[in-house]
């Protein structure tokens, strides 16, 4: 590997001068594929029983199904086995007709993956763009860290949902238990039900919004006012996955951050900038 | 913060965006520099975006929701996740007034970026990637 | 005008007064932690650092080679080979091969600057090693100019970008620190510069401090689980490092072994930090000598030595160190501080002026965790940046690298090896008894290791 990145040149290159700044350039192709993705077509679709499957060959299988360009594929008897279908960085319809374990869904990057069942812990985890519907129920840290796209649980989620969420959009259909938004950093998380305790302990920054009751909110999270444009985005948003908030939108309660915790040091002397 | 974003070329026109005591002391602006919490307005969505957007099979902006533009060192840009730096808005390109329509502007040109053979990851992924 | 030479007057140096009736003064309230509670007074906080930690602990200083003299076989110190080749996770797909056994560790861009990051990672190339992503996420530069590459896995996950997990030619799960165990990563506000907080989506400025747990599991039998999700997601072909904090380490290393990763790495409390509390610094850990055997003992009792690799990282100033820990059981060591001291930290360069820009002598500067690193080191400031030439400071951390390794090498060589991971805790003495204790050598000039007569000779 190292002789190829020393073939391009990579190891010899002048260091000095370099610089991080970037230009977007105005003739850039319309290419809508990863440069290293398979080249796939909805319309093509292929089936496949992961029943007597370990998870690396159910991994494997998948890729080696869309390096024959299907795209869409269909997935049955996961057998909830962990680790199913991690790691896919572009665009699929993947249906897993059955439950999955821990970390399903787990690192991906675009797909559509829909789960007629239920799901361990840690569901696509470190998502980065996509879509992740579970008909039924999830397990705790459900969408950890996730930094894009939309992951919804139709059903009722355990507790820590969307810990360390750094974007996109998480969606429960029921009630979540306690310490859902734990250290949230961005993006937006709506829970149709009742939220445990400690909601929104700890969030940098991002939006809650509860349908039902909230056994308590965590330190630093505050109500917040919701907005016409939010109205409308969370209308379209239910509207997509068939769901309803259970007194309509407008009385779904606002969680922010309150923002106490950004800087709670004071300051020593030789902290302070010397302007140079 | 949120009265920082409210006139939208603000950190155009000031750079450093140095305003509280605090901010001054440790010479870093603190906050954003655009509403982070900004949902995208529909109604704005571009031909480009929905083609985008069908050929991924979603039904809305997906992961573009939350992507805005932002600016450094008084230059619009726009963050790209995969190349983890500010990529700069050309200074020819003339910017729409408000953030909705600079967002939905961030969101085409972030996808041109990122699918491009010019990307950072495109040599990275040749000299690097294992399979 | 011709001006008459005048030879410079020698000041007669004034004899201090000596306070005859002073009873002493004390060794447990010295001026320094006086001085320390006066401020902590006013701040109302504990006070931040960065830098390792201050007092006097049982080190690698502790303890001394026996070579070989009649009773050992010597090789000759300066042609005979003696073998550097370091195999990072012998039983994964694609172990990591360093062509020496010192690589450089994890060190977030946000605590480093980017001239900093890219020159650590050229030098390393350089010297066939590898270098470590650290928190907050890949900078493509660094991934590019390093031909050897831990991607870092970190509670925070900052950053974290399965794209980037693909280019990585080892995953390393960070699970604690030597210097603060227990305690997740720092960065203030003054580094949160605009692309720092966005790489870690975060805002800008605000004072960063990262969760101490990992967001996904919780023990053992879930990061089993998690490590198996990487393996996936990497085609089971990197080897997987597991990052530990020296505390319990004999039990720790053992529940990590269960948990099936390619390689250990243990952190002793010399380890340094960009940012952290002072008394964390101080008062969590245990010493490398220490921790370096109950680890070894641990792969050993589970029959795994061999199959996975044991890093050592923490206070490594030298080769002698070097060899030090590879003679106590790494099988590898990682350097972060001594690197940056390569990179110029802590340098009187003729661009910075110490004491007017931080305060401090140069040798005694501390305060990473402000930003305003005089040598352009670990800071974002770009007046400061441009103190530190890549290219330049590249070549240093290949030179202090390739130091290392022969002086490793010399060590070694005089003890009879002819393969630096031959030096064995035979190979060592401890000059006092609390090395001998946790080393488990025996005291210098006696059969004695303190603490198991089992080892003891008489």
């Not at chain 3, 010295?30 to 602990?57: N, Q």
């Not at chain 3, 831990?150 to 080892?170: E, K, T, V, W």
């Not at chain 3, 670990?378 to 290949?398: F, I």
Request: glycine share 10%; with cysteine.
């Amino acid at each position: 590997m190292a002789q190829r990145s020393m073939q391009m040149g990579m190891h010899t290159e002048k260091l000095s001068g370099k610089t991080q700044q970037r230009f977007f350039s105005p003739t850039e192709e319309e290419n809508f594929l990863y440069p290293d993705g398979y080249d796939v077509d909805f319309n093509k679709r292929a089936e496949f029983d992961a029943g007597p499957l370990s998870p690396q060959e159910i991994n494997l299988k998948l890729r080696e199904l869309m390096g024959q360009g299907n795209g869409t594929i269909v997935m049955h008897n996961p057998g909830a086995k962990h680790s199913v279908a991690v790691g896919l960085l572009q665009r699929l319809n993947l249906h897993i007709k059955g439950s999955l374990g821990y970390f399903g869904c787990g690192l991906i990057d675009g797909p559509n993956i829909s789960i007629s069942g239920r799901v361990g812990w840690s569901c696509a985890e470190n998502m980065l763009s996509g879509r992740v519907v579970i008909e039924k129920n999830a397990g705790s840290t459900f969408g950890a860290a996730i930094r894009g796209g939309d992951l919804v649980c139709k059903g009722d989620v355990g507790a820590r949902v969307g810990i360390d969420q750094k974007g996109g959009t998480i969606l429960i259909g029921g009630r979540a238990g306690a310490f859902c938004g734990f250290m949230m950093q961005r993006g937006r998380m709506i829970i149709l039900g009742d939220a445990g305790k400690n909601l929104g302990d700890s969030m940098y920054d991002g939006t809650i919004y509860v349908g039902g009751k909230i056994a308590g909110l965590g330190v630093d999270a505050v109500e917040g006012e919701m907005t016409d444009l939010e109205v409308q985005w969370l209308e379209r948003k239910l509207k997509m996955y068939g769901l309803e908030a259970p007194n309509g939108v407008k009385n779904l309660t606002k969680i922010v951050a309150g923002k106490q915790l950004w800087n709670y040091d004071n300051l020593e002397p030789t902290e302070k900038k010397i302007v140079l | 913060m949120s009265t920082k974003t409210q006139d939208v070329d603000k950190f155009i026109k000031d750079a450093a965006g140095l305003d509280t005591k605090r901010e001054q002391e440790i010479g870093q602006h603190i906050g954003y520099r655009y509403d982070v919490n900004l949902v995208p307005d529909y109604s704005r969505i571009t031909p480009f975006l929905e083609q985008y957007i069908e050929m991924m099979g979603w039904d809305d902006l997906n992961w573009l929701e939350d992507v805005h533009m932002g600016y450094e060192e008084g230059r619009p840009a726009i963050f790209d996740r995969n190349c983890n730096g500010w990529v700069t808005i050309p200074p020819e390109l003339k910017l729409p007034e408000d953030q909705q329509g600079r967002d939905m502007l961030a969101r085409e040109l972030l996808i041109k970026f990122q699918m491009s053979k010019k990307h950072p990851l495109w040599d990275l992924k040749r000299a690097y990637k294992k399979f | 005008m011709s001006q008459e030479k005048v030879a410079p007057q020698v000041q007669p140096v004034k004899k201090a007064q000596r306070d005859t009736s002073r009873l002493g003064q004390s060794r447990i309230f010295t001026p320094e932690v006086i001085d320390d509670i006066h401020i902590k007074s006013e701040l109302g906080r504990y006070r931040m650092r960065g830098f390792s930690l201050f007092k006097k602990i049982p080190h690698w200083d502790d303890l001394t080679f026996l070579p070989g003299t009649l009773t050992r076989f010597v090789i000759e110190g300066y042609r005979e080979k003696c073998l550097t080749k370091t195999i990072i996770g012998p039983k994964a797909k694609r172990p990591l091969e360093l062509d020496i056994p010192v690589y450089i560790t994890g060190m977030s861009f946000g605590a480093l600057s980017f001239e900093a990051k890219i020159a650590l990672a050229r030098g390393a190339t350089m010297a066939g090693t590898a270098t470590c992503s650290g928190e907050g996420g890949m900078i493509p530069d660094e991934r590019r100019y390093s031909s050897k590459w831990f991607y870092q896995c970190i509670q925070s996950r900052y950053g974290f970008n399965p794209h980037h997990l693909q280019l990585a030619d080892a995953c390393e799960f960070f699970i604690g620190q030597g210097c603060k165990v227990g305690l997740g990563g720092h960065l203030m506000g003054q580094k949160v510069t605009d692309q720092v907080a966005e790489m870690r989506s975060l805002p800008a400025g605000i004072d960063q401090r990262s969760p101490a747990r990992h967001p996904d599991w919780l023990g053992p039998d879930d990061l089993a689980l998690k490590i198996q999700e990487i393996r996936e997601a990497t085609d089971h072909q990197i080897p997987i490092q597991l990052k530990l904090g020296a505390a319990r380490v004999y039990d720790d290393v053992r529940m990590a072994i269960k948990c099936g990763p390619d390689s250990i790495y243990i952190d002793g409390m010399e380890g340094s930090t960009g940012a952290g509390p002072h008394l964390a610094t101080e008062d969590t850990g245990v010493p490398g000598i220490a921790a370096i055997r109950q680890a070894r003992k641990a792969l050993d009792d589970l029959g795994k030595s061999g199959e996975i690799s044991l890093v050592y990282a923490g206070g490594i100033r030298n080769g002698s160190d070097v060899a030090k820990a590879l003679a106590l059981g790494a099988d590898a060591i990682a350097i972060g501080h001594s690197a940056l001291m390569a990179l110029n930290c802590n340098k009187d360069v003729p661009e910075a002026d110490y004491e007017k820009e931080m305060g401090v002598e140069a040798g005694y500067c501390y305060h990473c965790h402000t930003g305003r690193c005089p040598v352009g080191v670990a800071t974002q400031d770009p007046v400061l940046r441009k103190r530190l030439d890549p290219d330049a400071a590249a070549e240093r951390v290949y030179n202090f690298l390739h130091t290392l390794t022969i002086e490793a090498q010399m060590m070694a060589r005089a003890c009879g090896k002819t393969d630096v991971h031959s030096l064995e805790p035979e190979d060592l003495a401890a000059l006092t008894m609390e090395a001998s204790a946790m080393a488990m050598v025996p005291l210098a000039g006696t059969q004695h290791t303190v603490g198991r007569p089992d080892m003891t000779r008489y």
